[in-house]
């Protein structure tokens, strides 16, 4: 059962400095099927999120982080093996896989990734 301090914690397969970013975004235009997160494909454009994912995110019913491959791994880094990107839930401080990087990659758009995460959280 869903619980109000339940977290969602969505973590992306690149890094968080500036360098990365940028160059992220270059890749995102210019070679999209090379780039490294389907997760941040699907849900970003070159520069900033999504209004409809932005939208899907503000009436999901919990608390949500987003962190980026090098934070995730400072975080948490016994979890460092993990195939990213890769969203988690975080329940009674018990961090657990919801949805897999090879789900997230075989997602086209964002509907389809709304579908995945709604149907998972329907399944807790």
């Given at each position: 059962m869903?619980k ?8 992306y ?5 500036v360098?990365s970013?940028?160059?992220?975004a270059?890749?995102?235009?210019l070679?999209?099927s090379k780039y490294?997160?389907?997760?941040c ?10 209004d409809?994912?932005r939208?899907?995110?503000y009436?999901l019913?919990f608390?949500k982080e987003?962190?980026?491959r ?8 016994e979890?460092?093996s993990?195939k990213?990107p ?15 990087a090879d ?5 086209k758009n964002?509907?389809?990734?709304k579908n995945?995460?709604n149907g998972?959280?329907k399944?807790?």
């Amino acid at each position: 059962m869903l619980k109000n301090k339940d977290k969602l914690i969505f973590v992306y397969n690149t890094d968080s400095s500036v360098f990365s970013q940028v160059s992220d975004a270059v890749k995102k235009i210019l070679t999209p099927s090379k780039y490294e997160c389907n997760l941040c494909m699907v849900t970003y454009g070159a520069i900033s999120m999504k209004d409809e994912w932005r939208k899907f995110l503000y009436a999901l019913p919990f608390e949500k982080e987003f962190l980026h491959r090098d934070e995730f791994q400072k975080q948490y880094p016994e979890l460092e093996s993990i195939k990213l990107p890769t969203i988690f839930i975080s329940q009674n401080n018990t961090l657990n896989p919801l949805v897999s990087a090879d789900e997230i990659n075989m997602q086209k758009n964002i509907d389809g990734l709304k579908n995945i995460i709604n149907g998972k959280i329907k399944s807790i």
